[in-house]
């Protein structure tokens, strides 16, 4: 038998890890993004972004939703020549945005811990926090790309918080033909079908269903193991009709390795 094979749905610039944690563990990725990211261009855009970064100083704390948040806001920063105020901690979404911010050398909140396979990495998990319990009166600093839920800040306000975001990328929806996801799963003929998809959002299963309802794929896909970072997304996937749907504790690549490894490697 040869190695396991998984289709990772992550977008370019976010896949790498997972692509690395998963080879060392000997299992092959296959890689069809279902999400592309692109930075804010427009004039307006632009000047809300430089408003915003030029008020650091002024914010209690920063919170980032994912890593490309992280990774927009340096390329910013650096193109507008400003520093990251070394008196404004952070917060974030997941060890792996943890690290994003580690390796900008930007302070964080001291209630930041190490990667925890067993914590999930969701809104819900940081407004959990004791640093966000008792915060009325402070201002607080969203950093993460345009739309996309809106729990944190509204929790945030209710506690008495003053919220602004920072919104600094867009994200797409790719476009594929149906025998490139076809092949991607492959579900070809002859084909031998990939042992599980590995979604990190709900965003990416959703662009993923658009292609099982446009492409009209065939129903053999809903036998492909899916795993899922969250009970929301696993929610998701039961709707769409998927027959074999494992919960990774977060959407870090360990957590999704362990995942792998307790239900599907065998």
């Not at 930075?39 to 430089?50: F, K, S, T, V, Y």
Request: hydrophobic share 45%; proline share 5%.
């Amino acid at each position: 038998m040869g190695k396991v094979r998984v289709l990772v749905t992550r977008p370019e610039g976010q896949r790498d890890r997972l692509i690395e944690v998963l080879a060392q563990a000997e299992i092959d990725s296959q890689c069809l993004p279902m999400l592309a990211l692109s930075a804010l261009h427009e004039p307006a855009d632009e000047q809300a972004i430089e408003q915003q970064l030029s008020r650091l100083a002024e914010q209690q704390l920063a919170i980032f939703i994912s890593s490309n948040a992280v990774r927009f806001a340096a390329e910013k920063l650096n193109a507008l020549s400003l520093a990251w105020p070394s008196q404004l901690p952070c917060m974030a979404i997941g060890a792996t945005t943890a690290k994003a911010i580690e390796d900008q050398g930007w302070p964080q909140s001291r209630e930041s811990e190490p990667m925890d396979l067993h914590r999930p990495a969701t809104s819900e998990g940081l407004l959990a926090k004791a640093a966000l319990q008792s915060i009325a009166g402070q201002k607080l600093m969203i950093f993460r790309g345009r739309g996309g839920r809106e729990l944190l800040a509204e929790q945030l306000q209710a506690r008495g918080a003053k919220v602004d975001y920072c919104e600094l990328y867009q994200r797409h929806q790719p476009a594929y033909d149906a025998s490139t996801v076809i092949d991607s799963c492959g579900l070809a003929d002859g084909g031998q079908p990939v042992a599980a998809i590995l979604f990190a959002s709900g965003e990416t299963f959703s662009n993923f269903c658009h292609h099982i309802q446009d492409g009209q794929l065939p129903k053999r896909i809903f036998d492909i193991a899916v795993v899922v970072p969250s009970p929301r997304i696993y929610d998701l996937a039961q709707a769409a009709g998927f027959n074999r749907i494992h919960l990774a504790a977060n959407a870090s690549a360990e957590g999704f390795l362990a995942a792998l490894q307790a239900h599907i490697v065998v």
